[in-house]
């Protein structure tokens, strides 16, 4: 649990918000960056320390040993799963409510996704799907603390343990999040988090890191994320070969293969900025969900359904989505977001399509023909040779119920324009 956290979200609202600076850019950040800058940029040297600081501070912040930083939160991904073995011929379960991403890595690795459905009151995914999708052929887990709510890790890790699974889990949407006293990301045997714009926090526009506590996984993830190179390491900053191993002509440099994930020092120098204001920026968003969920009790509105958030969790809010009753409201989703929007809301956003019905899965259009997808490939014996409706009803019912309204906002000025344009909408609908 983070003590640090929770005393954050004691304070009031004007003291959180006094700690988030305007465009998300405050002195730290300056300042970190011009250290790299002053540095200088080499081949073999990490400017200003830059990298080995982010990790080392990141790794303590969520209580794991070590950080990985990527240039993304899908190559985090993907470097997980190949570290863990993960291949053609290989099976990958993820959940279908989700950015397409999380399924993408596994078919970038070779492997077939697997959608395990969704629990209709906290959206996740839902561990009794997993256990009826398990096969022979499955490998590994990828499960998504959606929108900032873990899912039911006791379930997904007893699945896993039971069938000697590896549970990467996707933390992109949950920084900070707990479940049942513990942090998320410290569960699985390693965990993603993006540093995308929309994220609770960022590193200029993309970026991401890879926590774990094992050892030989960090060191392998690292080689996969760094093409491949043989001798780098688990350790903090561990993402270059020195001068003399790497310019000798007997070096051998690549053992494995890998790809090229790395984040620029500059990158890491925002990050972390903002990684030592996590705690009010995270504490933000949790203050931005509870107004909208006062709305909700002040004006007796019934018909927009929060997800269920279970006792022993903290739930993060990288969005606060709702199910919108329809029938209850009297008006479909469409005309809902019309009306937010005539009220002042500044945007308010569908959930993803079911991933498996996007088109890039429903057509197999992976490479250049749908029989050179995994799905097809004579490595692998399992039966998921396609991906329709009905594969999981219960996503495919509830994803275009879903509302998601923001909480990005960094004032409170602009918190009370949502909040307000919310109240607006049900009293109007109320009316009708």
Not at 207 to 228: E, H, M, Q
Not at 352 to 371: Q, S
Request: with cysteine.
């Amino acid at each position: 649990m983070n003590d640090a956290l929770h005393a954050m979200l004691a304070k009031s609202p004007e003291e959180i918000f006094a700690l988030l600076p305007p465009g998300r850019v405050g002195e730290a950040d300056r300042r970190y960056l011009d250290e790299v800058l002053d540095a200088g940029f080499r081949n073999t040297i990490d400017p200003a320390n830059i990298f080995s600081r982010m990790e080392s501070a990141f790794a303590e912040r969520f209580g794991v040993r070590y950080a990985v930083l990527h240039n993304s939160g899908t190559g985090t991904m993907q470097s997980c799963l190949l570290a863990a073995g993960v291949g053609p011929g290989d099976e990958v379960i993820v959940p279908p409510l989700t950015a397409v991403a999380t399924a993408v890595v596994v078919v970038q690795c070779g492997a077939v996704p697997v959608f395990a459905d969704i629990d209709p009151d906290t959206f996740n995914i839902n561990p009794a799907d997993i256990a009826r999708k398990i096969t022979p052929h499955t490998r590994a887990i990828i499960p998504v603390s959606l929108y900032g709510l873990a899912p039911d890790y006791d379930g997904i890790m007893r699945l896993a343990a039971e069938h000697g699974l590896t549970v990467v889990e996707d933390n992109a949407e949950c920084f900070l999040g707990e479940y049942k006293g513990r942090m998320v990301g410290a569960i699985g045997h390693a965990a993603s988090f993006s540093f995308q714009a929309s994220k609770h926090m960022t590193s200029a526009g993309d970026g991401g890191v890879v926590i774990t506590d094992d050892d030989d996984y960090a060191r392998n993830i690292r080689k996969r994320s760094c093409l491949g190179y043989r001798t780098l390491g688990a350790k903090p900053g561990d993402v270059f070969v020195p001068r003399d191993v790497r310019q000798d002509i007997d070096f051998e440099r690549h053992d494995v293969m890998g790809y090229n994930f790395r984040m620029s020092a500059v990158q890491a120098a925002l990050a972390l900025a903002q990684l030592e204001r996590l705690e009010a920026l995270v504490a933000a968003r949790v203050h931005i969900a509870k107004r909208y969920e006062q709305v909700l009790g002040e004006e007796n509105c019934d018909w927009l359904i929060p997800p269920v958030v279970p006792a022993d969790s903290l739930h993060t809010y990288w969005t606060w989505v709702c199910k919108l009753d329809e029938e209850k409201a009297g008006v479909d989703w469409r005309t809902f977001r019309k009306m937010f929007l005539a009220n002042g809301g500044d945007g308010l956003y569908s959930a993803w399509r079911p991933v498996h019905l996007e088109p890039v899965f429903r057509d197999l259009a992976f490479y250049g023909r749908p029989d050179q997808a995994p799905n097809h490939d004579p490595r692998y014996q399992g039966t998921v040779k396609s991906y329709q409706a009905g594969d999981c009803p219960t996503c495919e019912t509830l994803q275009r119920r879903l509302c998601q309204f923001k909480t990005s906002m960094q004032t409170l000025d602009a918190v009370a324009t949502q909040v307000n344009a919310l109240r607006a909408t049900i009293r109007e609908i109320s009316r009708r």
